[in-house]
């Protein structure tokens, strides 16, 4: 790396960097190299892997201050500037590392700064303004900013995440991680004061490790007892605990095939050797075996459901050596064993703690989740808690509930990756997986594995981002696998292997709570829609349209609109009764209300006012449009023809019009002024619209006569 930001920098000073210079290829090739290696040297600083070569620290400041000196070469006329980037980097380099290292990198860009000046490549005030600049900056920095205190946070910060980095790795050996109870999340740094019990575990092991094998150390007179520790890959030994007299210890990995722990870990459980040839070889950890007279490895078994101490797979190894070259007795050698199953053990106990840490928080997530469900009254509340109950069981990036309405599925609520995309999407009750699954009465796929090949909602939704997948069906009674369907969950993860069986238990789980709320919210629906719509028109009734009507006229007021109340009456409905009977006066009013109804949009209201008196609430609207609707509703009504057996019947409808704010600003006023363009209407032949701008323009208020 240095030797190519010599070359690098040798090209900036012979001027191959320059605009005009010419074989840009060979100036490309040396810049591309000198980026490639700055940056590789940089992201391996911010994963705090520094390379252990000599000068290695000096390899990326070099390389970046002779990248920033490419740059202001390229840019020619425009490279004063990027002298601030140079500037910046040099008080970076001041501020952050020790002195030598920002000193060789201060004098490269001496080197380079004079070097231009005297190949004729930039003049003498240039060279001087340069040195004033950089000069000034990295003084300034070092008197006004606490470099020292900011260079020990920078360090403090690279340790913290060293050690957090270390201790993934050992969660990961001692089988504390899974894809079930991740650790890695509740490891905080050494600075933090929480206390999880993924890091009690951790520190726990490590205080276990420490405190056994400085009693072995001392009670057997050895010169060094370590734990070697397979990795999670089970290809490398790692250095998982040691006491030792001897500060020459290598600290790995190591190959899991080598000297005395890879005779332990291939067929043997146990080799003791003593005294040691010359040029014994059996400890990784020693650079040489001087001072090596005897040696032992002793198997670490693992401790699964079902075995004791010593009769599971082989996971490490315990090593120990002595500067005595006498025969190890048996003695000793029980000891060993002993405290190989005992270190074994304490892993054990640490992996049950924390499944069992683990089962306990999901009980307890399960729990609040079901108890936020069972809160929920109406559909949407219910969609939504459902979702949120998965979120907080199941790390998944998208999650969907879909009800049956007829023929059709609609997904009332999407969460996640691509929600939008699927909230209230309709699809037909047989396609897809989701249609599948509500067939077969059964969760899939099987194993929630899924590849994204075949379609979950319509055809072209085939989540191809998504590797876990499980839908499972919404059954109104949850005891009967052939019960009528109500819907589907669908939850999916871009990970392998996040939907297993043991959350296919708990979403299966969630997933009959959720069947029996949806029962019950559309029980709900039915009842809140029965207390508010009449029974024999099917539009709002009176108590409805009253408690909605303060609701628009309010919001209409906090925005300054406009809004439009209609009253409608059939003409001669008592006639028509009488000539024609009640029966058939129901039917006309049926006939009539659905007129009505389509006529409106979702934010009006239709409401049946009372008889054979109808209400319409027409939000946003003005006098001009709720006249241009009152019209073609009055059409449309004398257009019907009802059937009898006297011959066919038809019906007129005579209406009302008042506006918010002109013809009044309360509700009863509304209403009045409404009811007395109605009257004008009536009393005017019948079949028409009138508006209460007209009435107030054309003749005095009248009392309304029944």
């Known amino acids: 790396m240095l030797g190519v930001a010599a070359v690098a920098g040798a090209a900036v000073v012979a001027g191959v960097f320059d605009p005009d210079a010419a074989g840009w290829w060979f100036g490309a090739l040396v810049g591309l190299a000198v980026v490639a290696m700055g940056a590789y040297d940089a992201r391996a600083r911010l994963r705090s892997a520094p390379a252990t070569r000599p000068f290695a620290e000096l390899e990326g400041p070099v390389l970046w201050t002779v990248a920033v000196w490419i740059a202001m070469r390229l ?36 080197v380079l700064e004079v070097g231009l000046t005297a190949a004729g490549r930039q003049d003498l005030t240039a060279l001087a303004l340069h040195c004033v600049l950089f ?45 079930q109870a991740p650790i ?43 734990v070697l520790w397979k990795d999670a890959e089970g290809t490398l030994l790692q250095l998982r605990g040691v006491s030792s007299t001897r500060d020459d210890l290598v600290d790995g990995p190591y190959p899991v095939g080598g000297g005395l722990p890879g005779s332990v870990l291939r067929d043997v459980r146990e080799v003791a050797v003593a005294p040691v040839h010359h040029g014994f070889g059996g400890l990784p950890y020693y650079p040489d075996a001087q001072g090596v007279g005897g040696a032992v490895a002793v198997a670490i078994q693992a ?50 703690l924390k499944a069992t840490d683990h089962e306990r928080s999901t009980v307890r997530r399960f729990c609040v989740g079901l108890q936020e469900l069972n809160g929920a009254l109406g559909l949407e509340q219910v969609a939504e808690a459902a979702l949120q109950a998965v979120a907080a069981l199941v790390p998944v990036d998208l999650s969907a509930l879909s009800v049956i309405e007829g023929d059709l599925h609609r997904v009332v609520r999407a969460s996640g990756h691509d929600a939008e995309r699927y909230q209230d999407l309709q699809f037909t009750a047989d396609e897809g997986l989701v249609g599948r699954a509500i067939k077969v009465r059964h969760a899939l796929p099987v194993g929630g594995a899924y590849k994204g090949g075949r379609p979950v909602f319509t055809a072209g939704d085939r989540l191809a981002d998504m590797r876990s997948l499980l839908v499972l069906p919404l059954l109104k009674d949850p005891e009967d696998p052939q019960g009528e369907p109500l819907g589907a969950l669908i939850v999916a993860a871009r990970d392998e292997g996040v939907l297993g069986a043991p959350h296919e238990v708990m ?76 029966p058939f006066g129901d039917e006309v009013l049926k006939g009539v209300a659905r007129v009505l109804g389509t006529a409106v949009r979702k934010i009006d209201l239709a409401a049946r006012y009372g008889g054979e008196e109808f209400a319409l609430l027409l939000e946003d609207a003005d006098e001009e449009g709720g006249a241009l609707l009152a019209e073609r509703i009055r059409a449309e009504v004398e257009a019907l023809t009802f059937t009898h057996e006297k011959g066919p019947v038809g019906v007129t409808l005579s209406l009302g019009l008042s506006t918010y704010p002109h013809d009044g600003q309360e509700k009863a006023e509304l209403i009045e002024n409404a009811d007395q363009a109605l009257y004008t209407a009536k009393h005017g032949g019948r079949n028409q619209v009138v508006t209460f701008s007209h009435v107030a323009a054309s003749v005095p208020v009248q009392t309304n006569a029944t």
């Open 184 to 226: 890695i999340r509740q490891l905080p740094s050494a600075h933090d004061g929480r206390h999880t019990i993924g890091r009690m575990t951790l520190d726990y092991l490590s205080a276990s490790f420490e405190m056994q094998l400085d009693l072995l150390r001392d009670a057997l007179g050895l010169t060094t007892a370590a």
């Open 303 to 352: 401790t699964g459901d079902g075995d004791r101490p010593g009769e599971g797979a082989v996971v490490g190894v315990l090593c120990v050596d002595r500067a005595a070259d006498g025969r190890w007795t048996d003695a000793e050698r029980r000891v060993l064993r002993v405290a190989a199953r005992k270190l074994a053990l304490d892993v054990a106990t640490g992996q049950r």
């Open 507 to 582: 979403l299966a789980l969630i997933a009959g709570q959720v069947a029996v709320k949806l029962d019950l919210a559309r029980a709900h629906e039915q009842i809140r829609e029965m207390a508010t719509m009449d029974s024999m028109t099917g539009l709002s009734n009176h108590r409805a349209f009253q408690e909605t009507f303060d609701q628009m006229l309010l919001r209409t007021a906090r925005r300054d609109g406009k809004m439009v109340m209609i009253l409608a009456d059939i003409d001669h409905f008592k006639r028509l009764n009488d000539n024609y009977g009640h």
């Open 75 to 110: 840019a020619g006329a425009h490279g004063a500037h990027l002298t601030p980037l140079a500037a910046a980097l040099l008080a970076f380099l001041v501020a952050t590392f020790p002195r030598h290292v920002w000193g060789f990198s201060v004098g490269v860009a001496a």
């Open 135 to 179: 000069t000034a900056v990295a003084f300034a920095l070092t008197r006004l900013v606490e470099v020292e205190s900011w260079r020990e946070r920078f360090n403090r910060a690279r340790e913290d995440d060293q050690k957090a980095r270390a201790d993934e790795a050992r969660a990961r050996d001692f089988g504390l991680q899974t894809a």
